[in-house]
């Protein structure tokens, strides 16, 4: 009898833990935005602001950035509160952080490149 409630006891107990993430091989993190989705978002919030700071952001486009940043959530079909509650999770995983980032500094490689050879060819 007693080993019999041990037995419901951890079942129920494993049942709950799983039900609650505890064994899922996915990160919290990537329960709100996917890694790769990050890389795609980061890159295009980084190419973003790029643009602004090239610009010097006139008032006008101060006035808008908002706007540009939905389009660019929009275009990943994530809100700005989702990002950021993504983004400030994957800053307390280091090691999926790190990575993200690599990814988005060899996405941000590519892009130059591709600009670079589209230079080259236009002289």
């Known amino acids: 009898m007693a080993q019999r409630k ?8 494993l049942l709950i833990m799983g039900s609650c993430g505890l064994f899922s091989s996915r ?7 996917e890694k790769r989705a990050m890389v795609a978002l980061l890159t295009d919030v980084f190419l ?6 090239n610009v010097q952001a006139t008032i006008e486009l101060r006035d808008s950035l908002e706007y540009y940043y939905s389009g660019v959530f929009h275009k990943h079909n994530v809100t700005s509160e989702e990002f950021e509650k993504a ?3 994957y800053l307390l995983d280091q ?3 790190a990575w993200i980032m690599d990814e988005v ?3 941000l490689s590519i892009i130059q490149s591709k600009i670079d050879e589209k230079k080259e060819d236009q002289e």
Request: charged share 15%.
């Open 87 to 89: 983004y400030k999770c």
């Open 27 to 33: 990160s919290s993190c990537e329960k709100i935005i």
């Open 6 to 13: 041990i037995v419901v006891f951890t079942t129920g107990f």
């Open 48 to 53: 973003l602001e790029a643009q602004v700071g």
């Open 105 to 107: 500094l060899s996405s």
């Open 95 to 97: 090691e999926n952080m």
